[in-house]
């Protein structure tokens, strides 16, 4: 199967919630779509500037997997950068080689931004993901726990 890389657009919303949904089972998280079109419509499409979705389309143009990035800033650096909120595929997806093309993508999007790097976190769990981007040329890893205040 052949797939490709694009900016989201509005039509493609109800899939992403969908997506979101499948993501956070993945990553064994709650999650609830209420609300979630509306608001990503709003943000999203309002704010180009500071942040993008890019979606995997399959050849009938339908998002397979997504990648979130928001733009942020580096006090220790100095600079903004790109920050990768989530990247996911669908399971038959995986593997098929479009990781490494939408971390081009999104390092392209950074650059578009003036970023100087992109910045990311994976669940310690996540074995193939962190096996993927060990293999990313450049990558440095650095442990933390991520902690949500609520």
Known sequence: MKYTIRRARLEDLDRI?????????YEKAAYSPAGKRAALQQHLFNNPEHMVCLVVV???DLA??????????SIWNAAHYAHMDCL????????????????????????????????WQ????????INF??????????????FFWH
């Open 88 to 119: 996911y595929f669908d399971p038959p997806v995986r593997g098929a080689g479009i990781g490494k093309k939408i971390m081009e993508a999104i390092k392209l999007v950074a650059k578009e931004w003036g970023c100087s790097e992109v910045q």
């Open 64 to 73: 397979v997997g997504y990648a979130f990035v928001t733009k942020d800033y």
């Open 58 to 60: 399959d050849s009938a």
């Open 133 to 146: 981007y060990r293999q990313l040329e450049n990558t440095e890893e650095k442990e933390k726990i991520r």
């Open 122 to 129: 994976t669940p310690v769990f996540n074995a193939r993901g």
């Open 17 to 25: 919630v969908s997506l979101c949904a499948d993501h956070a089972a």
